[in-house]
């Protein structure tokens, strides 16, 4: 609950905006030629943070006349009247700069909230000036040193620094994992999970009708099991996403993503399993001497234009692996089928690539692992969650399209064709 001081606030804050909007006065900044040429000392930089201080000071000093009249002539009766300065700042370029501010008192002797210095010294600019720079993996450190600018600047040390970093990347985690998904259409869902510092964390993204990438929400868990992604998956419907419309799931090899995505769009929920980790799994359980000559068959068999010579070259494989490793074996029939759905469908070329694995989350997952690894020391709460759900907001937006968008219409086409699968029902937890 916001307290009565910070409610006044808003209020000034918004009748200050509004004032500006349907009043027409003009203001004028005039600075001295050898003002300037001290600023340009600095660069233009130096000279537009000068100006933009001192620009500032003179829109505050006209809301003072709004208030109190002009100074030296007489007030008139409901006009308020002048009370002398106080330390304040201002926030400019994300820096705090200590002026004296003006203050007002009404005719009844309470203070006036001028509404300009409580918009100038808000707190969301230097916010977001500490997670930009934090995001470009400069320290909290070196914070101060890097972005420094102006003499009397202060809030910008260490500690200051990391509590406007956890204020604005709460603010982050809180709209990735809250925003409205029911305006977007997605024609396939990308889920895989990570290990991050002992932690596991489960990532889902969509894929837009038009190729366009989104990550749509993350858990943490101990691993990656069905209790976890179905909470994903159960959060994501409550946001917007219908579970009964035809898509396709593209998962990595974990059971529990299977169990979890059938729980939620049915059992006959268009799956496929991600064929490089498909690939990873069943050489994982090869010595070295096989592992590139069982990688490469596997990768030949799943570049197979057709499904009927891509599963018989499965087949023969599995026929070879029975004499080399039973475990390899096993790991080949798991899920077999499910990593076949995309050569099934009628797609080709990079869309039926990239469609074939996780890799459109993976290199979010890539990104997360940049931003975060001169994090040192971690700590418990929601430390983890914080770092993720900022590089993913960083992720997201460098994402491009996936490669072979403009094929998609096939895959919708595809879709459209396929009966709707009945949704199941979620189990509770």
Known sequence: MKKPYQIDREKAVQQFRDDAQ?????????????????????????????????????????????????????RQDEQGYRWGRE?????????????????????????????????FRRDEPLDEAVWDKLMLQLSTLNYSKAVRQFAEAYGIEKSAVSEHFIRVSRRKVRQLMERDLSKFVFCAIDIDGIE?????????????????????????????????????????AERGVDFSAPRLYVLDGAKALVKAVREHA????????????????????????????????????YSTSSTVDAKRA??????????????????????????LTVNRLPLEGWLRRTLATTNPIESAFSVVETVCRRVKCWRHGDHRERWVGSALWVAEGNFRKIKGYRDLTKLLAALKELPPPPVAQAKVA
């Open 87 to 119: 330390d304040g700042f201002l926030v400019v370029d994300g820096q705090k700069v200590k002026i004296q501010r003006p203050r007002v008192r009404s005719t009844d002797g309470h203070e006036q909230t001028l509404g300009s210095y409580e918009l």
């Open 22 to 74: 349907q009043g027409d006065r003009e203001l004028q900044l005039h600075l001295p030629l050898k003002q300037i040429v001290a600023a340009l000392q600095n660069g233009v930089g130096g000279l537009m943070r000068q100006a933009g201080l001192t620009l500032m000071q003179l829109i505050m000093e006209d809301g003072v006349r709004q208030l109190a009249g002009e100074r030296c002539r007489r």
């Open 314 to 339: 499965l087949e023969r494989l599995h026929r070879e692996l029975q004499e080399l490793n039973p475990s390899a074996v096993r790991s080949l029939e798991e899920g077999m089928d499910e990593t």
């Open 266 to 301: 049915g059992r006959e929920a268009l799956i496929q399993r991600c064929q490089i980790h498909k690939r990873r799994n069943v050489t994982g359980h090869l010595t070295e001497e096989y592992r590139d000559e069982v990688d490469h068959k596997l990768a030949a068999a």
């Open 196 to 236: 991050f510092k002992g932690q596991h964390r489960i990532v889902a993204l969509g894929v837009n009708n038009d190729g366009a990438k989104t990550v749509l929400g993350m858990r943490q868990g101990a691993s990656e099991n069905a209790l976890v992604v179905s909470t994903l998956l159960g959060d994501l």
